[in-house]
Structure formats: structure tokens, C-alpha cells
């Protein structure tokens, strides 16, 4: 069982940087892969980054690369997203989830645990 909680959301405004922070408990965490999602009001819940439980592989959706940069310190139990240049469009509930398998994997419906999300809104 992984229990996750996201942090680190709030408004700023185009061009700025947020960092998003997801802990999580358990003493299991460095074997899990970790992702973020992100989901817009009225739109489904999308792949935004990964990285595999050895922290050796990143993976990003195509809209944030270069811009966003996912990382892990498995003595913490933690895992981050550094977003820079953030756009009006990157307004969103940003969610945390772990799962466990080989690679990372960009599909929701791989992950076995969530968190709360943390929302995100980017002013123009």
C-alpha cells in the first residue's frame, strides 16, 4: 500500500516556475514508478511525466519537454516536478501515482495509487 500526497500548487503567472512535490509512505517507495497526470476542467486526465523506480528513466508528454523536469530522491520518499516557462494552458489538478512494473508507463490505468492532486493555475 502506497499513500500519496502532492504539494506545491498555486497560481503564477506565464513564464513563471512551480515545483510540485508528491510524498509518499511506505518503505516500498523506491520500487515503484512514479508518475504525473494532470486533468483541466472538462478535459480527461492526461500523462504529463514519468520516471522508473531506479530513476535512471524520464518520460514527458510532448507539451512539456524542455519545460518540465521529473525527478525522485528515494531517501525521502519523494518525487518532483520542476516546471519552468509554465503556460495558461498547464492550468490544471496535478496528480501524483505510482505503480509497479519494468518501465514507467504513460497510461493511467497502469497506476495502482493516486493522490489528492494539487491544482495548478497559470494567469496569462
Known amino acids: 500500500q502506497v499513500q500519496l500526497v502532492e504539494s506545491g500548487g498555486g497560481l503564477v503567472q506565464a513564464g513563471g516556475s512551480l515545483r510540485l512535490s508528491c510524498a509518499a509512505s511506505?518503505?516500498?517507495?523506491?520500487?515503484?514508478?512514479m508518475g504525473w497526470f494532470r486533468q483541466a476542467p472538462g478535459k480527461e486526465r492526461e500523462f504529463v511525466a514519468a520516471?522508473?523506480?531506479?530513476?535512471?528513466?524520464?518520460y514527458y508528454t510532448d507539451s512539456v519537454k524542455g519545460r518540465f523536469t521529473v525527478s525522485r530522491d528515494n531517501a525521502k520518499n519523494t518525487v518532483y516536478l520542476q516546471m519552468n516557462s509554465l503556460k495558461p494552458e498547464d492550468t490544471a489538478v496535478y496528480y501524483c501515482?505510482?505503480?509497479?512494473?519494468?518501465?514507467?508507463?504513460?497510461?493511467?490505468?497502469?497506476?495502482?495509487?493516486w493522490g489528492q492532486g494539487t491544482q495548478v493555475t497559470v494567469s496569462s
Open positions: 501515482a505510482a505503480h509497479l512494473g519494468v518501465v514507467a508507463t504513460q497510461e493511467p490505468n497502469d497506476y495502482n495509487y
Open positions: 511506505g518503505r516500498t517507495f523506491s520500487t515503484y514508478n
Open positions: 520516471i522508473s523506480w531506479t530513476g535512471r528513466g524520464t
